[in-house]
């Protein structure tokens, strides 16, 4: 059975750091990313990474603050983010796929979402 577990969320003030996990198992995924969602908005891009680590790609607000890294011998995707914003407050999902892409239908596999709040 696959299955993507997000851990690592919790409530952070503003400028802090959160470090997210993305557990695989069942099978190994070339492309993995991050995406959020806020109460009353759509899910939304943060990033994502292949499978080797070289080629990562970010939304424009989240660069220079979110890193993505991975560990495929732990078969795991990290989201290590940076200076946090309030408005950076959601729940985030971990998702994978079969090609580099910034829009939700081109993953297959998501995870139950990990919570994050920023506060002010």
């Known amino acids: 059975q696959v299955q993507l577990v997000e851990s690592g969320g919790g409530l952070v003030q503003a400028g802090g750091s959160l470090r997210l996990s993305c557990a695989a198992s069942?099978?190994?995924?070339?492309?993995m990313a991050w995406f959020r969602q806020a109460p009353g908005k759509e899910r939304e891009f943060v990033g994502v990474i292949g499978r080797s680590g070289g080629i990562t790609s970010y939304a424009e607000s989240m660069k220079g603050r979110f890193t993505i890294l991975r560990d495929n011998a732990k078969n795991t995707v990290y989201l290590q983010m940076n200076s946090l914003k309030p408005e950076d407050t959601a729940l985030y999902y971990c998702?994978?796929?079969?090609?580099?892409?910034?829009?939700?239908?081109?993953?297959?596999?998501w995870g139950q979402g990990t919570q994050v709040t920023v506060s002010s």
């Open positions: 069942g099978r190994t995924f070339s492309i």
């Open positions: 998702a994978a796929g079969g090609r580099i892409s910034s829009s939700t239908s081109d993953y297959d596999f």
